[in-house]
């Protein structure tokens, strides 16, 4: 019997949108406030999704424990309270879109949580707009 | 490399639940204090979900600027503080369940929304019920 | 030992903004939208608290069960699935601004509640307006 | 045409995590506090998901008033303010973990909801915390 | 200047409500089903409201990290994960209603706290039931 | 008639909490994370409520309209998208606190609201840490 397994997390961060190969005018055309030159930031809310096989013994699909510290390690620990250009490696030369954010989340989680699970990741920039990886289709 | 985009949005609107080919019985019976004859109404929540590729070049699959405008002119002009029986077309011949409204709401959008996108939406009535089109399965 | 206990309840309603006694313009410039002629409506969420002294015996202030019935007969039974400009006789000469709203729902508590007990309402009449009776100040 | 329809419920239950084949030392290992020999327990929400044709007469997949009954008696009514571990048949021999729980749950449903309509359960044993059956994957 | 701080918490119990010097029938009837013998639970939340002078030095009232780890040791680590009824000194000869249960967690947190702030506490039973203490009138 | 109106409105921002007359030590041990060289950011959801006379005519205290002009005009341009500590003219020698920030909201809204109206605010800068000025006692 598989079933899903959803916990959610929360950290803040502070961000910019902005092309530096792009004039001012086409980043904030593009970007809007977002491209704000002193940086922006959010409470994101963060839902984790693994689903797999229930375990006989234990009638747990994976210890909400262990799923708390795995997210604490790789999410939590690396991004709450943080610059996500100027502080984060991955986003040294990748624009930080909550797009490229939620799968930059998803492959850190996936690299760590052991192959017998799925993974799905829901990232909230606001209460108002949220991403997923996968997509849905 | 694909992500969904979800944006939310919010509008109120009256509606009333009644086919005139049946008795006041009948209707009363299939769609209880939903048939009231002086209508009532509902703070509506809506989830619009687009699915895509991501930009290589803007890190985004789809401007929220742009998602939050068309549904401003798709749903929030046409449908906020409206009576959906009295002032809305589709639903001259249609009663407005919530399903129905659900694919009226998806057709709106699927109509202006480029087709490389996948659409979903969602629909809350109430903050206990709720409506998704295209269905789960 | 006093202690407030607030118990939340729901119920929707059509309603429309608009004096007879003005202009069409008039009543669009100060109500807006919400004049519109065929009504619309919300969700209605209801906050009830009811403040006094805890009862030695039962360790409670009020039954809770007793409460969700006194609200259920005094609000929800007569505004629930209504128009409260056709349906209510305290509009027939009172506009249902969600202000006299939040006030003859207190109305309808007091007469009922016993006079032990202190009464205050608040009402929200969308997740992002809501009202209080008595005032705060 | 199909929709999906969701209802939200809600119910309130105590629990423990525990194998009486495993030493204390093991139990508080694998279940933490919740292997707590006196019980702890939640608010559970509950949303229940039902996918099916819109039926061309009533513009309705599900009487959402029929659907609220079912999920009153096959939910509520067996497990609401209940001891899981001492209260409730399923449980005798299956550790009631919101993995087990939401299973459960789900054939309860399944039993007395007609063939024609696809079936999904989403159980929150606290609002970090979910479970979906089905698996989305 | 003074402004009110308030934090959230968050944490679950089982409890039972019941009199042993009344009958079956009596507790039955007074407390519903809350009187289950076995116990039921719930999730509580908890906001807990620290009103002082803003430090001039630090621009802060109370350092919220400080009040997180009071709301731990005298809230979380206490009442988490427990029987109120059973493991709780207070509730040993009192209702463990959730009048008394705010009455309780306000001198808890009344006697470590300093005596320059003022304090209030805010306990939500369920989503639609809560409770303060100080009263608000 | 006296009635209490609330309007919630939204919007985001960059900060950090750092003096820079004290030691990067000092400030981390008072500060934590708030003190990051690079910035944070969080999504702010403030409340915004007045309190004064029904007018007979309209029924409102205020034209929710007006008020939302003034919120937008006075919080959400000036604060959306910004960075507290370079980008607000208040916080050039004032460390951007919640409790600062709660209360130069007060003061910029005080100024251009009627002096018959009463005003409080609430600030949340996390949904777990909440401010309120004026102060509650």
């Known amino acids: 019997m598989r079933v899903s397994v959803i916990r959610k997390a929360h950290f803040n961060a502070a961000h910019r949108l902005y092309r530096p190969d792009w004039s001012e005018e086409r980043n904030r055309e593009v970007f809007g406030l977002?491209?704000?030159?002193?940086?922006?930031g959010h409470n994101y809310e963060l839902e984790v999704c693994v689903t797999g096989e229930v375990d006989e013994e234990t009638g747990m699909v994976i210890n909400l424990k262990d799923l708390k510290d795995i997210i604490y390690e790789e999410v939590e620990r690396p991004f709450d309270h943080k610059n996500l250009n100027l502080d984060v490696e991955e986003f040294k030369d990748l624009i930080p879109t909550s797009e490229h954010f939620c799968y930059v989340i998803w492959q850190r989680l996936r690299k760590v949580l052991p192959s017998k699970f799925d993974l799905q990741v829901r990232l909230y920039e606001?209460?108002?707009n949220f991403f997923e990886y996968p997509p849905r289709t």
Chains 1, 2, 3, 4, 5, 6 share one sequence.
């Open 126 to 128: 606001t209460p108002r």
């Open 34 to 40: 977002c491209s704000n030159p002193n940086f922006h």
